[in-house]
C-alpha cells in the first residue's frame, strides 16, 4: 500500500487550521490573529459597524498607526497628508468601540504592523495571521502562514474568524552555502527576484530553505520573507527553529510557563517532510551573491551592485522590453553602464523590510566617523517606537545625526506617501523599503532599493556606492 | 455587492507588465476613509499630465475616445501587484470597469475583483495580445464576456473559454455577501474552536 506524502510546512499549519472544506474547492481556514493598520484597518472596522456586525474574537484582534502617522518628533494626530486626520481619528474610534488592542500614537509599542507583530508576540510559529498590508509574510519567518489580504477580507476575518482561501501551489527556495561579507537578506531576495521575475512567485506559497537561511538570524529573515510578495508569491514562510524560539521567549503576547511549554512542543513539529513534494524548487548559490540594488521601477529590474545596467536590447520577450525602455528612461540610466558612482539625492533608511535594531546596528557600523556626502538628505526611521529606545539606549541615534541622518520617530514613512511626504521630482534615492514602483516615494522620484548598508555607504559617498568597499572586517 | 453574469463592453488595451496597485491608486489619491469616489484618482500620475490640476494627458488610452467609457481593460502578467489596497479595485469600479483580461494577477489584488463584482479573466499572454492588438485597430469593438459559460468573444468571431475557481465564479454570479455565506458553517467553525482550544490552549491566552 502506498504511503502517504509528507506534507511541507505550509500544508501543515494549512490543515492544523481547516475548518471545511467548502463546495468550489476553496478551504475555510480559521484565523488566528488579525492585524489592522489605520489606512485600510480604518475601512474595514467602518465596515462592520455599518453591517452591524461584531468582533468575534476582539482579544485576538490587533492595530497600530503606521501608514498616515508623520513620523516627526512632537507629533500627534495631524499630518501633513491631506485628510490624515480622518484616518487616526476614525481608527481609534473603531478599535475602541470594537475592544480590540490598539497600539496608538504615544504608546512605547506602536511601529510598523509587521514590526510590532513579532515584536509583541502576537505574530508566533504555526499561527495563521492576517492584515490588509501585503508585506504580512514577512512574519512567515517564524513559521507562520501568513498573508496579505483586502479590508473586505478583514471584515471577514474579524467577522468569522475565518477566511476561505483558494489552494495555492508549494514552492521551496533553497539558498545554498554561505553568504558573503557585506551580503545581506536583502541582497538573497532581490537575487531571486531579479532571476525569477517579479511574477515568479505567482500561486505559489514559497518556503525559504538551505544553509544561508538557517544562518540568517530571525531579523534578517524577516527582510527574506518582507519581500515574498514582490516575488509575487501567496506568502512567504522558513521553518521554525531554536532561534527562532529564543526569539519568541519572553515577549508580551507569547505563551508563558505551562503554556510555553506546550507550545513549543507544538512549535518543535513544524517543518516539511524530506517526502513533501514541492510543485517548483529554485535553488540559489548563496556564495555568489553580491550585494544588489534596483536599477528600474520594478524589483526585478536588479543588478549586482558591481554590475552593469542590462541592455533591453538584448531581451527577448517583448513586453518585458518595453518595460525596461520605460524604466530607463524614467530613471534616467544609460543601459551598458555601471550603476555604482551614480549621485544620489537622498538616502532613506526605515520600512518594514529593512528598519530592526539589527539593520540600524549594521548601517550606523558604517556611519560611525563618517558623514553624509554633502547636498545628499538622509533620514532614518526606526521600525517600531521599541526599536527606536533600543538603538538610543546603545547611542546609535547619536551615530546617525552626528553623521548627518534625520533621526525619526516610527512609521512607514517615505516608504510611500506616510505622513504625508515625499521625496521630489527627478530626486535619486537610495533606499532600503521594498518597492521602486514609479511615483511610490514622490511623483517622478527615481528610487532604487538596496540594503541598509549599502544605503549608508552611498549616503556617505553621495553616489551609489558597493559596501564592502567601505564596510570594516573587523566590527 | 452588483453581481456580474453577462457583460459586453468597450475593451481599453493597457500592455504593461507588472502594473502595481500604486499606479492604479497613488496613495496621495486615497484621501478619505472611503470607498466612493477613486474613480477620479485611477492611474493618475499616467492619466493627468499635470495630477494636482487634473489636466488629461492625451496619450494616455483611457483617455482616447472611446476607450474613455470602456468597460473591460486588457493588461500585462501580474496585474495589481504590490500594495493590498482595496482602493485600487474600488477606483476602477467607480471609472465603470468591470472585468480585467490579463495573463497573470497579484494575488491579493484578484481577491479583491472578485469580492467588488469585478470579473478578473486569466488569458495566455498571446491571446491578450491578440485581443489588444484587435481593439487597438477597432476601438469600438465590443468584447463579450459570458461568466456561466466562461466564455469570450470579439467582435470577430474569436472565442475563448477561460479557468476560474468554482467558489470566485459563484461569489460573483450571486453578488453574494461573503460573511452570511460563511457564517452558514458557523456550527462547524464553533466545533473547531471549542477543539482548538484544548489543544492549542496559548493562542487563546
Known amino acids: 500500500m502506498a504511503q502517504p506524502l509528507g506534507k511541507t510546512l505550509a500544508e501543515r499549519i494549512w490543515a492544523q487550521h481547516t475548518i471545511t472544506q467548502l463546495d468550489g474547492g476553496a478551504t475555510l ?68 468601540a470594537a475592544g480590540i488592542h490598539l497600539f496608538d500614537i504615544g504608546d512605547p509599542n506602536q511601529g510598523i504592523v509587521h514590526v ?43 467577522a468569522t474568524k475565518t477566511l476561505a482561501v483558494n489552494p495555492q501551489k508549494q514552492m521551496r527556495v533553497r539558498f545554498t552555502g554561505q553568504l558573503p561579507f557585506g551580503v545581506t537578506a536583502k541582497d538573497m531576495v532581490l537575487a531571486l527576484i531579479g532571476r525569477h521575475g517579479a511574477a515568479g512567485g505567482v500561486g505559489y506559497i514559497v518556503e525559504f530553505a538551505g544553509l544561508a537561511v538557517e544562518a540568517l538570524e530571525i531579523e534578517a529573515r524577516f527582510t527574506l520573507c518582507n519581500m515574498a510578495i514582490e516575488f509575487g508569491a501567496f506568502t512567504g514562510l522558513i521553518a521554525p527553529d531554536e532561534k527562532t524560539f529564543a526569539y519568541v521567549e519572553g515577549r508580551p503576547f507569547a505563551p508563558k510557563g505551562a503554556q510555553w511549554d506546550a507550545a513549543l512542543a507544538h512549535w518543535r513539529t513544524l517543518y516539511s517532510d524530506a517526502d513533501a513534494q514541492f510543485d517548483e524548487e529554485i535553488v540559489i548559490d548563496a556564495t555568489g551573491i553580491a550585494p544588489q540594488i534596483t536599477w528600474g521601477t520594478s524589483p526585478q529590474h536588479e543588478i549586482g551592485v558591481d554590475g552593469l545596467i542590462p541592455d533591453p536590447a538584448a531581451e527577448a520577450d517583448g513586453n518585458r522590453r518595453t518595460a525596461m525602455e520605460r524604466a530607463l528612461s524614467y530613471m534616467d540610466l544609460e543601459a551598458g553602464k555601471p550603476l555604482a558612482g551614480t549621485p544620489i539625492d537622498a538616502a532613506f533608511i526605515g520600512s518594514c523590510t529593512n528598519s530592526r535594531l539589527s539593520d540600524l546596528r549594521a548601517a550606523a557600523e558604517i556611519l560611525r566617523g ?49 505622513g504625508g511626504e515625499s521625496f521630489g521630482r527627478e530626486e535619486r534615492v537610495i533606499t532600503s523599503t521594498n518597492r521602486n514602483f514609479e511615483n511610490r516615494q514622490g511623483p517622478g522620484t527615481r528610487s532604487h532599493l538596496a540594503s541598509p548598508t549599502s544605503v549608508a555607504a552611498s549616503a556617505v559617498m553621495g553616489q551609489i556606492t558597493d559596501v564592502r568597499t567601505l564596510a570594516r572586517k573587523d566590527a | 455587492m452588483e453581481p456580474f453574469t453577462t457583460h459586453s463592453g468597450i475593451a481599453a488595451p493597457l500592455i504593461r507588465i507588472n502594473i502595481d496597485t500604486d499606479a492604479i491608486i497613488p496613495s496621495r489619491e486615497m484621501k478619505r476613509v472611503s470607498k466612493d469616489g477613486l474613480g477620479e484618482g485611477m492611474f493618475a500620475n499616467w492619466r493627468y499630465s499635470n495630477v494636482a490640476t487634473r489636466e488629461e494627458n492625451p496619450d494616455f488610452v483611457l483617455n482616447r475616445a472611446p476607450f474613455r467609457g470602456a468597460t473591460i481593460l486588457l493588461t500585462g502578467v501580474n496585474f495589481g501587484c504590490g500594495s493590498s489596497r482595496e482602493h485600487a479595485v474600488w477606483a476602477l469600479k467607480d471609472f465603470g470597469i468591470r472585468a480585467i483580461i490579463a495573463p ?95 489543544t492549542r490552549p496559548w493562542i487563546y491566552a
Open chain 1, 29 to 96: 481556514l480559521y484565523i488566528d490573529r488579525v492585524f489592522l493598520h489605520e489606512r485600510t484597518g480604518s475601512i474595514a472596522l467602518k465596515g462592520l459597524e455599518a453591517a452591524g456586525r461584531k468582533v468575534r474574537e476582539p482579544g485576538q484582534v490587533f492595530c497600530t498607526m503606521d501608514h498616515i502617522v508623520d513620523t516627526f518628533p512632537g507629533r500627534g494626530d495631524d499630518t501633513r497628508m491631506p485628510g490624515g486626520r480622518e484616518f487616526i481619528v476614525t481608527t481609534r474610534a473603531a478599535a475602541r
Open chain 1, 370 to 418: 563618517r558623514k553624509v556626502a554633502e547636498g545628499v538628505k538622509a533620514i532614518c526611521v526606526p521600525g517600531s517606537s521599541r526599536v527606536k529606545a533600543a538603538a538610543e539606549a546603545e547611542g546609535l541615534d547619536r551615530v546617525f545625526t552626528q553623521a548627518g541622518f534625520e533621526w525619526r520617530e516610527s512609521g512607514c514613512s517615505m516608504c510611500f506617501f506616510a
Open chain 2, 104 to 198: 497573470s494577477f497579484g494575488s491579493i489584488f484578484y481577491g479583491n475583483c472578485v469580492r467588488n463584482g469585478i470579473l478578473p479573466i486569466r488569458l495566455a499572454e498571446e491571446t491578450v495580445a491578440g485581443l489588444a492588438d484587435m481593439h487597438e485597430k477597432n476601438p469600438e469593438a465590443r468584447l463579450a464576456i459570458d461568466l456561466p459559460a466562461q466564455r469570450l468573444r470579439d467582435a470577430q468571431g474569436g472565442e475563448w473559454s477561460f479557468d476560474i475557481a468554482a467558489a470566485d465564479k459563484e461569489m460573483l454570479l450571486e453578488g453574494l455577501d461573503q460573511i452570511a455565506m460563511t457564517l452558514k458553517h458557523d456550527d462547524s467553525i464553533r466545533a473547531f474552536m471549542a477543539r482548538d482550544r484544548e
Open chain 1, 116 to 158: 510590532v507583530s513579532p515584536e509583541q508576540g502576537i505574530a508566533l510559529p504555526g499561527v495563521t495571521l492576517v492584515c490588509p498590508d501585503s508585506h504580512t509574510g514577512t512574519v512567515g519567518a517564524l513559521g507562520a502562514l501568513a498573508w496579505g489580504i483586502g479590508s473586505t477580507e478583514a471584515e471577514h476575518a474579524m
